[in-house]
């Protein structure tokens, strides 16, 4: 890649280009349409038909070639690409401005299709048009743009250079489109529920918090939209459903950005055996429409998608992977000391703990779709209690490949039992449970009007995307994720955080003032070699990063360090980077430390940094490697 200076000569060319054109009267940017052209596919599929033929093609110039009198040009549109052939003796003082073209430029090219010597379907040029002038450079050299980073932050970019990512979101509209078509077959009518909710509702999570200026009150925007359409059931409605965006200002990983999409349906005396089958026939279907086939590679497992899936209880199968019988474990003293004896996060109740040892011990190894039943009633305030076990309730989560992608419930009717558990909800709010639900006293008016027994059923849109197209972090799956701002948007916007990025063309480098650094002494004392040789330190990857919860320092990363099993480290760094911008990178760690115990979760290594002081500030690097350095290298 050209250095700074290099870069920024190139860049200059660029706009002084485009002056020119715009003083010889021939601005790209006039240009309003172009008109009949067709697909570069469409052409190569149908070689026969438009050999010869005068045809329209437009699209980014994604490279050039050429000497002499002749020149050639790879078009790429939204169906591919194709090779377009200058001739001047064609074009004739066309052919001049033709060779000021840059890779970045859209062009509008008419001419004849034909095939070259060497077999490539072509089109030469009678009639080019410059459309629009790029003022960047594309990251040509690179096959690619590779660093996850920034594919997420200039997903524009990402689609132009990496066309299997665009793939992926064709896939996406795909699978949402064969949803909606399922559901409409099966009799539930789309509707549309508030995003501004004045009660968050629906679920137990961490709203996001604006504020109405006319009205003058705060507001939230929606965690889920069950309260308002279980109040259209209620209203007469027999199935409805929805698909659209929930926000919840949680922490972010690999299966969480604060906005995603769900798809929640309710149908009217149905109860959640009548979700799983439509869970199961929905998945089904989906998979043989937009892939062709119900089995599904992922991460070396062939996942079988055929409904139907298999059920078992949630007490069952965390005493088939822990050895632990909560039907053993009555009360809510039992349960805590045998959280304590496991190393499993302590909490007040029986229902949660039961919950912790499935999440510590179960989840993850649910690779086959599996239905988990038999929730208990204290992580399940909306759902009915079961009529033989009241601790327990007719709820299921769906799994697939250790993620949970559905949610159902025999709804709770009882207006009384349900105020009692937003009760209990407030109760928790109040001791500082910021996830807790609110009170909605109108939905329990509501149901004392009377809902009937309904099935209600939320598919994770974004983690059933990912299964179905391979893809192992949500981000890949969303157009733009959220991410942090940084670089030249943090300057105009005057953020104070210390993070700082390097984009990919190093425009936005941080300024160091290597006056202002202050480093530790050296050691005085000496380590022999053996003793530095027993520490191993290891090339490491970053397969995913995640804020610890309740932490506010530790980032738990996940790591590939050249064995076949992950590597859990957890280190202090969160005041210095972000968690999303850390997935991808290679890093360097020492491994044969003993496993530390923090916040509840084994840490099994050390992730090196740089320290140093700066301008009277604690600064922190984390060392980061070359990438094409291999997950394991070990460091002499």
Known sequence: MADNKDLNEMLQIKRDKLEDLKKEGRDPHKVVNFKGRIASSLIKDNFEKYDG????????????????NMSFMDIQDEEGQIQIVNRKNVIGDEFKQVKKYDIGDIVGIEGKVFKTNQGEISIETETPLLMTKSLQMLPEKWHGLKDPDLRYRQRYLDLIVNPEVKSVFVQRSQIISEIRRFLDGQGFLEVETPILNTIAGGATARPFTTHHNSLNIGMYLRIASELYLKRLIVGGFDRVYEIGRMFRNEGMDATHNPEFTTMELYQAYGDFE?????????????????????????????IELKAPWKRISMIDEVKEHSGVDFNEIKTDEEAIAIAKEKGVEVKETRGEIIAEFFDEFVEDKLIQPTFIVDYPVEI???????????????????????????????????????????????????????????????????????????????????????????????????????????????????????????????????????SKVKVEPLFEDMVDFD????????????????EVPKSKKLLKFTLDDGSEKER?????????????????????????????????????????????????????????????????????
Not at 56 to 65: E, S
């Open 53 to 68: 033929e005068k045809v329209r093609i437009a699209g980014r110039i994604m490279a050039k070639r050429g000497h002499g």
């Open 274 to 302: 009548d979700m799983m089958e439509i869970t199961e026939n929905m998945v089904e279907h989906v998979a043989k429409k937009v892939k062709g086939t119900t089995v599904v590679e992922f991460d070396g497992h062939e």
């Open 380 to 514: 399940s305030p909306l759902a009915k209690r079961k009529n033989d076990d009241p601790s327990l309730t007719y709820r299921f989560e769906a799994f697939i490949n250790g993620a949970e992608i559905a949610n159902a419930f025999s709804e709770l009717n009882d207006a009384l039992d349900q105020k009692q558990r937003f009760l209990d909800q407030v109760a928790k709010r109040e001791a500082g449970d910021d996830e807790a639900q609110m009170m909605d006293y109108d939905f329990v008016n509501a149901l004392e009007i009377g809902m009937p027994p309904t099935g209600g059923l939320g598919i994770g849109i974004d983690r059933l995307i990912m299964i179905l197209t391979g893809q192992h972090s949500i981000r890949d799956v969303l157009l733009f994720p959220t991410m942090k701002p940084i670089g030249l948007e943090k300057a105009e916007n005057k953020d104070s955080s210390k993070e700082t990025y390097e984009t990919y063309d190093k425009l936005t480098t941080e300024k160091i003032d290597f």
């Open 531 to 546: 003793t530095f040789s027993k520490s191993d330190f290891r090339v490491v990857k970053v397969k995913n990063c995640e």
């Open 568 to 636: 859990v480290i957890l280190s202090g760094i969160k005041e210095y980077y972000s968690a999303e911008s850390l997935i991808g990178k290679t890093l360097l760690a020492i491994c044969n430390l003993p496993p530390r115990k923090m916040m509840g979760i084994d840490s099994e290594g050390m992730i090196i940094s740089a320290i140093c002081e700066y301008d009277g500030e604690e600064k922190l690097n984390l060392i980061m490697l070359d990438d094409n350095i291999p997950a394991g290298s070990k460091l002499y």
